[in-house]
C-alpha cells in the first residue's frame, strides 16, 4: 500500500540553527500538507501546496518557514533560525483529488535545546 | 476562523459497547468533514469522510452523522474493542485546509 514517508524520525537542534524536514508523497498525489502537533495538543495546519506553489498557509507559517518541491517528489518543510517553541511533531500529508482523504506521514519529532 | 470542540476528557467504556463521539464547530459549515484515528507518537490515519448534503455515513462498525442545523457530527463504534482505544480527531475542510479538533481519547476496557 503506497505511503507517504517523513525523514528524520527525529531531529534535535540548537536554537538558531536551520533544519530541514523532508517528506516522499505518495506519487499520484496533487495536493501537499505540513502539519505540526506540539505534544499534547493538537494537530494544526501550517501550510498546503499545489501546482508548485502555496495555496495557503496559516499564521504559524510566517518567514521562519519555507516549502519546496524541488524534484517532483520529495516536499520539503525548512525551519530558519529555529526556537524552542519549534519543538514538535511535524507530520507531512498528502491527497489526490481536491475533495479527499489526507494521507499522513508517520511524522518527524523535532526537538529544540 | 474556525473553531471544532471535541470533548477533552477521555471516554471510557466496556469491550462490547458503543462509544459515541462528539465534533461541534462553531462559524460555517465545511464542505465536508472527516474523523481520523490517531495512536501515540503516530500520524492520523482517516476512517470516514461525510459531505454537507449527507446525513449518515457508516463503514463496518463506524457511523458517522453530520448534522449542518446543529453543527455536530457523531461518530459511533459499535461493539468496542480494546484494540479501538486511540484519539479519535474531527477534521472540517474548507478553503483548502483542514481544521482539525483537539481529539477525544478512547479507552475500551476488556
Known amino acids: 500500500e503506497p505511503e507517504v514517508t517523513q525523514t528524520p524520525s527525529h531531529q534535535v537542534t540548537q536554537m538558531g540553527q536551520e533544519v530541514i524536514l523532508r517528506c516522499v508523497p505518495i506519487?499520484?498525489?496533487?495536493?501537499f500538507y505540513w502539519y505540526r502537533q506540539i505534544l499534547g495538543q493538537k494537530v494544526e495546519f501550517l501550510v498546503s501546496f499545489y501546482n508548485n506553489e502555496i495555496s495557503e498557509k496559516s499564521e504559524i507559517f510566517d518567514d521562519q518557514f519555507s516549502v519546496e518541491r524541488p524534484d517532483g517528489s520529495n516536499f520539503t518543510l525548512k525551519i530558519r533560525s529555529t526556537k524552542l517553541e519549534d519543538s514538535a511533531m511535524y507530520f507531512c500529508a498528502s491527497k489526490l483529488e481536491n475533495t479527499g482523504e489526507l494521507f499522513f506521514g508517520e511524522g518527524s519529532r523535532l526537538t529544540v535545546l | 476562523s474556525q473553531k471544532i470542540e471535541q470533548n477533552s476528557e477521555a471516554l471510557n467504556i466496556q469491550e462490547g459497547k458503543t462509544a459515541t463521539l462528539t465534533c461541534n464547530y462553531t462559524?460555517?459549515?465545511?464542505?465536508?468533514l472527516q474523523w481520523y484515528r490517531q495512536d501515540p507518537g503516530r500520524g492520523p490515519v482517516f476512517l470516514l469522510l461525510i459531505r454537507e448534503n449527507e446525513k449518515e455515513k457508516r463503514k463496518e462498525r463506524l457511523k458517522v452523522t453530520f448534522d449542518t442545523t446543529l453543527k455536530q457530527s457523531l461518530f459511533h463504534i459499535t461493539a468496542s474493542q480494546p484494540a479501538d482505544s486511540a484519539t479519535y480527531l474531527c477534521?472540517?475542510?474548507?478553503?483548502?485546509?483542514?481544521?482539525f479538533g483537539s481529539g477525544t481519547k478512547l479507552n475500551v476496557k476488556p
Open positions: 506519487s499520484n498525489h496533487l495536493y
Open positions: 462559524n460555517y459549515s465545511p464542505a465536508y
Open positions: 477534521a472540517l475542510y474548507n478553503f483548502n485546509k483542514f481544521y
